[in-house]
């Protein structure tokens, strides 16, 4: 049964730092691999898609890396604001051909960015 | 920009009453999720349904149930609500295109309490 971790859970860093959060994965067998953010009390923002086939996607200052033979994943978020801090989960949809788009995620890492 | 509307941001029930969360998305995406979260838990799939009239259970459904007559609505149905089911509740849409999905759209979700 497909597993996705998110290490650390919390993560407190200064403005202007760059840094990486990480995914990992326990079946190589994905179709793909999506990147949320979630402010408290709200839904799920969707950053960034890998599909299987792709190696990483960019977006603004978030780029997403996707080692599908490692069953990993990593987020980098350049020159982090205080506006960034949220809680970022990441999702990958099972290659069981039997999920139609249902996605198992983690449970996310909690970033908090101090002025 | 896609959107996936909750009828409601907070709810509070009695254990025993009958319960409607309605979720509304204006994509034309076939693909539509229930999922609740809870901390230490993560987010969990109580149903999906894949077409009009189709519904799949998903890892958790013992308790609710789901209606989709029209294509952009999914509802989800708590029979008799107990306090275990105190939950944020979140709905999700997609597009699927054979086995490159488009981004999962979430609602902003629905606080609900039993009491």
């Known amino acids: 049964k497909q597993e996705v971790t998110q290490i650390p859970a919390a993560l407190s860093v200064p403005e202007g730092e760059n840094l990486v959060l990480n995914c990992s994965f326990t079946?190589?067998?994905?179709?793909?691999l999506q990147w949320f953010r979630q402010d408290p009390g709200k839904g799920l923002t969707s950053l960034l898609l890998?599909?299987?086939?792709?190696r990483e996607q960019t977006s603004g200052r978030l780029n997403a890396s996707l080692d599908k033979s490692s069953g990993r994943s990593t987020l980098y978020i350049a020159a982090s604001q205080p506006g960034d801090s949220a809680t970022y989960l990441c999702a990958v949809r099972p290659g069981d051909g039997g999920s139609q788009g249902n996605l198992i995620f983690g449970k996310g890492t909690k970033l908090s960015v101090k002025p | 920009d896609v959107k996936v509307t909750q009828s409601s941001r907070y709810l509070v029930k009695r254990t025993g009453e009958k319960v409607f969360l309605e979720c509304v998305q204006d994509?034309?995406?076939?693909?539509m999720f229930w999922y609740r979260q809870d901390p230490g838990l993560g987010l969990r799939l109580i149903y999906f349904s894949y077409d009009v009239k189709m519904k799949e259970k998903g890892d958790i459904p013992e308790g609710y149930s789901v209606s989709r007559e029209k294509k952009e609505r999914f509802s989800l149905i708590l029979e008799s609500a107990s306090t275990n089911q105190t939950s944020m509740y979140l709905c999700a849409s997609t597009l699927l295109q054979g086995y490159l999905d488009s981004p999962l759209h979430f609602g902003n979700g629905t606080r609900l309490t039993v009491t």
């Open positions: 994509m034309d995406h076939e693909n």
């Open positions: 890998i599909q299987s086939s792709q």
């Open positions: 079946d190589s067998a994905i179709y793909n």
